[in-house]
């Protein structure tokens, strides 16, 4: 009876290091996200469009349709070079595909790093955006349900204080403001009550009041402090959380990476097998 027949380096011809689980373990992972970036992309693409054309560049930076794109959009190429490059068995998407989870994954480390060490300009960052939410609260209608969301889950208002409103040309408190909700704050800030009727109207004119008279209507404190205490009070979920998108690019980054060697020592394989049958006395 005949054996299996051998290459130059005493191997099966049908040998090979890259291993179908690994390929293909790797191949499902970029799929999946794949296919959620596409989803990511399609719902802040039509979001976008529901909106009016007035609503152009002036707060693209706090649009939430503009951030579900653009993480979207990232998601799909570096997925699309791992699912193509495990496929493939592409050396250089799959370099690619590793190389960019491993900024990302370096970027939201320094992030945290950055962010708890420095953590007086961390809040004078987060101050500044949510300004600039506060300012563009009325041109998009996303960006309004998002702060409407979380004012009522925080139980609080504006950024460092009610008064923040006043920054919005809505709720200034100019005389020379002719809107009707002019010194007043979004409903979402109001204290709801148990009763049957609810005043939708109880921000009205709350701006003019002072602080212990407001605060029988609405939340006074602002998000900010809210914010901070709350990311105190869930450290071990936060980090639960940051682990729990930690561990799929960590992954992603060992399979590429074991993916990328296999592919190596069989292209060296098969170099070593042409270099022998072009001179087997070599």
């Given at each position: 009876?005949?054996?299996?027949?051998?290459?130059?380096?005493?191997?099966?011809?049908?040998?090979?290091?890259?291993?179908?689980?690994?390929?293909?373990?790797?191949?499902?992972?970029?799929?999946?996200?794949?296919?959620?970036?596409?989803?990511?992309?399609?719902?802040?693409?039509?979001?976008?469009?529901?909106?009016?054309?007035?609503?152009?560049?002036?707060?693209?930076?706090?649009?939430?349709?503009?951030?579900?794109?653009?993480?979207?959009?990232?998601?799909?190429?570096?997925?699309?070079?791992?699912?193509?490059?495990?496929?493939?068995?592409?050396?250089?998407?799959?370099?690619?595909?590793?190389?960019?989870?491993?900024?990302?994954?370096?970027?939201?480390?320094?992030?945290?790093?950055?962010?708890?060490?420095?953590?007086?300009?961390?809040?004078?960052?987060?101050?500044?955006?949510?300004?600039?939410?506060?300012?563009?609260?009325?041109?998009?209608?996303?960006?309004?349900?998002?702060?409407?969301?979380?004012?009522?889950?925080?139980?609080?208002?504006?950024?460092?204080?009610?008064?923040?409103?006043?920054?919005?040309?809505?709720?200034?408190?100019?005389?020379?403001?002719?809107?009707?909700?002019?010194?007043?704050?979004?409903?979402?800030?109001?204290?709801?009550?148990?009763?049957?009727?609810?005043?939708?109207?109880?921000?009205?004119?709350?701006?003019d009041l002072e602080y212990p008279e407001?605060?029988?209507?609405?939340?006074?404190?602002?998000?900010?402090?809210?914010?901070?205490?709350?990311?105190?009070?869930?450290?071990?979920?936060?980090?639960?959380?940051?682990?729990?998108?930690?561990?799929?690019?960590?992954?992603?980054?060992?399979?590429?990476?074991?993916?990328?060697?296999?592919?190596?020592?069989?292209?060296?394989?098969?170099?070593?097998?042409?270099?022998?049958?072009?001179?087997?006395?070599?």
């Amino acid at each position: 009876m005949g054996g299996r027949r051998r290459d130059a380096s005493g191997k099966d011809e049908d040998f090979t290091f890259v291993s179908p689980v690994v390929k293909y373990l790797l191949f499902i992972f970029n799929f999946i996200f794949w296919i959620i970036s596409l989803v990511m992309v399609g719902i802040g693409l039509y979001a976008r469009m529901m909106k009016h054309a007035e609503a152009a560049l002036a707060y693209l930076s706090v649009d939430p349709a503009v951030m579900l794109m653009v993480i979207g959009v990232l998601m799909f190429i570096i997925t699309f070079c791992g699912c193509v490059g495990s496929l493939r068995e592409n050396i250089c998407l799959l370099q690619t595909f590793c190389i960019c989870l491993t900024v990302i994954f370096l970027l939201q480390l320094a992030a945290g790093i950055l962010g708890f060490i420095f953590s007086d300009k961390a809040r004078n960052k987060v101050t500044e955006v949510i300004n600039k939410a506060i300012i563009h609260y009325r041109d998009d209608i996303d960006l309004q349900n998002l702060i409407d969301f979380g004012q009522r889950e925080f139980e609080c208002c504006g950024g460092v204080a009610y008064t923040d409103w006043s920054q919005n040309m809505y709720f200034n408190c100019k005389a020379s403001n002719p809107s009707r909700e002019r010194c007043s704050v979004p409903f979402s800030c109001c204290i709801i009550s148990k009763e049957l009727v609810i005043n939708t109207m109880c921000g009205q004119g709350m701006q003019d009041l002072e602080y212990p008279e407001a605060g029988n209507h609405i939340h006074t404190n602002g998000c900010i402090d809210k914010l901070v205490n709350w990311i105190h009070s869930n450290l071990f979920i936060l980090g639960g959380v940051a682990l729990g998108l930690a561990i799929p690019q960590l992954v992603g980054i060992l399979l590429s990476q074991i993916l990328i060697n296999q592919i190596k020592d069989q292209i060296e394989l098969q170099n070593y097998n042409l270099k022998h049958r072009a001179d087997p006395w070599s």
